[in-house]
């Protein structure tokens, strides 16, 4: 089956600085997908991407999706407080009905004051 | 945007009893939704996708005798823990898919807050 690697597991970040992490894919996607998710709580999605090559931004966050749609992509600039979470890329491939999401193991992000 | 409620957010019960989770899509109707379970500091896992109208696709490893999946209507699916153990403790999460922005077909998808349950 398809895999990702994401990294870096975690990260210990002093407030202010730039932050990247990013995934990689044994096969090709065609939708490049990153969640947020906090605490006890569901997955929320930052960026979509759909395009090889694409880069798109949301606020302080930009994503990027691979050329050989293998891998992409995430850097928050400016970290602040509320940006500790547990980020998740995430892969979609096109196999027939069954819009499917692979996921990455996450990324951990604190961010120290 | 698309929302999707997740209810109960949280359930304690005694092994050996049952637990009913619901997922609704309150403003968009959806013929499929996504039941995933996360165990503590570790990614998503998919166990079934709930059909409106026919049978729940289970992945491979999944006991569909113990999860079993509903999908009740176009905007409810309901995930059932039958005969609960503790082993099966953990944080569940239904998802539905919401039209992408830029590209017909490419759905994303949309997640409840999930569910924790814990089985004593």
């Known amino acids: 089956g398809q895999q990702l690697n994401q990294s870096p597991q975690s990260m210990f970040i002093q407030e202010g600085e730039d932050v990247s992490m990013n995934c990689t894919s044994s096969?090709?996607?065609?939708?490049w997908l990153w969640y947020k998710q906090d605490p006890g709580e569901g997955p929320v999605l930052l960026i979509a991407?759909?395009?090889?090559?694409e880069l798109t931004s949301n606020g302080r966050l930009t994503a990027q999706f691979g050329i050989t749609r293998k891998d992409s992509f995430l850097n928050i600039s400016a970290s602040i407080p509320s940006d500790v979470g547990i980020y998740f890329c995430?892969?979609?491939?096109?196999?027939?009905?069954?819009?499917?999401?692979?996921f990455g193991s996450g990324t951990q992000l604190t961010v120290l004051p | 945007g698309a929302v999707v409620s997740q209810h109960p957010s949280w359930v304690i019960c005694k092994s050996g009893t049952s637990v009913k989770i619901e997922c609704r899509s309150l403003?968009?109707?959806?013929?499929?939704m996504f039941w995933y379970r996360q165990f503590p500091k570790q990614s998503l896992m998919l166990m079934a996708t709930?059909?409106?109208?026919?049978?729940?696709?289970?992945e491979q490893g999944v006991e569909k005798d113990k999860f079993l999946i509903n999908h009740a209507s176009l905007t409810l699916s309901t995930l059932t823990v039958t005969s609960a153990h503790p082993e099966d403790s953990s944080f569940y999460i239904c998802?539905?898919?919401?039209?992408?922005?830029?590209?017909?077909?490419?759905?994303?998808?949309?997640f409840g807050a999930g569910s924790r349950l814990t089985v004593l």
């Open positions: 709930s059909n409106e109208g026919s049978k729940a696709t289970y």
């Open positions: 998802s539905a898919p919401t039209a992408g922005v830029s590209r017909v077909g490419a759905n994303v998808l949309t």
């Open positions: 403003d968009f109707q959806a013929t499929t």
């Open positions: 991407l759909y395009k090889a090559g």
């Open positions: 995430a892969g979609q491939s096109y196999s027939g009905s069954a819009r499917q999401l692979t």
């Open positions: 096969s090709i996607f065609n939708t």
